[in-house]
């Protein structure tokens, strides 16, 4: 490893066949589906509210919030939960298997017209082995 260079872990999760990493300094937890409450006049892409241990936290759908085809839950369908300053929320992610180690230098910014979702939520590609994960701007997700 270059002087300068570090590893940061990421939590792998997929969408519509895409792999996807959220750095995991931003994650408490990953849960399989639970019961969501629908909350009336949300957002679109807000599934509603879910009770994690007597705190109420809202649930984002990934793919309605990057315009993806609806999906099917599954048993594999997870909602990750990430936390952001003083916002938690959960995430609803086709499946999330593992944790990856990415070194800083294995990181490249991401070329125009990359995966499936808006630019401006992708801070880069992590390359592993054959792989490319697309890793997310969870602060952007979270905030715009």
Known sequence: MKA??????????RLDNEEYGIDILRVKEIKEMMGITRVPKAAHFVRGVI???????PVI???VKFGLPEGKESENTRIIIVSVDDITVGLIVDTSSEVIEISSESIEEAPDGVGNVDQSYI???????????????????LTE
């Open 4 to 13: 300068g260079a570090y590893t940061k872990q990421f939590v792998i999760f």
């Open 51 to 57: 009770n994690l241990r007597g705190e109420v936290i």
């Open 61 to 63: 759908d990934l793919r």
């Open 123 to 141: 801070y880069g590609i992590g390359k592993v082995g054959e792989r490319l994960i697309i890793l997310m701007d969870i602060v952007k997700i």
